[in-house]
């Protein structure tokens, strides 16, 4: 059974900087292809795709949004999933979610996630 666990929220300043942590574990032998991606989510919003990697072989794609400020990327041990957030904006603040699919490909599309972590909260004030 797969499990996402969260780290790494907090309070920063506009043009900050957090890097965020998923540890996934709980994976499958024999699933040849998925897909981990970051989700946010603020009050009275839609759960919104910030980024995603596929797995095995690291493909990614990101939000318009967050493009040249957020980088995606897993840690050496591959269970490790990592966002690294600069140039904070307050609209960046929300909840965020690490989730994974069974996907062949690269999405933001939530639907096609199945399994999601608790979350880790992101503030940055205006």
């Known amino acids: 059974q797969l499990q996402l666990v969260e780290s790494g929220g907090g309070l920063v300043q506009p043009g900050g900087s957090l890097r965020l942590s998923c540890v996934a574990s709980?994976?499958?032998?024999?699933?040849?292809?998925?897909?981990i991606g970051w989700f946010r989510q603020a009050p009275g919003k839609e759960r919104e795709g910030v980024a995603s990697?596929?797995?095995?072989?690291?493909?990614?794609i990101y939000a318009e949004s967050v493009k040249g400020r957020f980088t995606i990327s897993r840690g050496s041990d591959k269970n490790h999933i990592y966002l690294q957030m600069n140039g904070l904006k307050p609209e960046d603040s929300g909840a965020y979610l690490c989730?994974?699919?069974?996907?062949?490909?690269?999405?933001?599309?939530?639907?096609?996630?199945?399994?999601w972590g608790q979350g880790t909260q992101v503030t940055v004030p205006s």
């Open positions: 709980g994976f499958s032998s024999t699933l040849e292809d998925y897909i």
């Open positions: 990697i596929t797995i095995p072989d690291d493909q990614t």
């Open positions: 989730a994974s699919g069974p996907v062949h490909g690269r999405t933001l599309n939530p639907k096609l996630y199945n399994v």
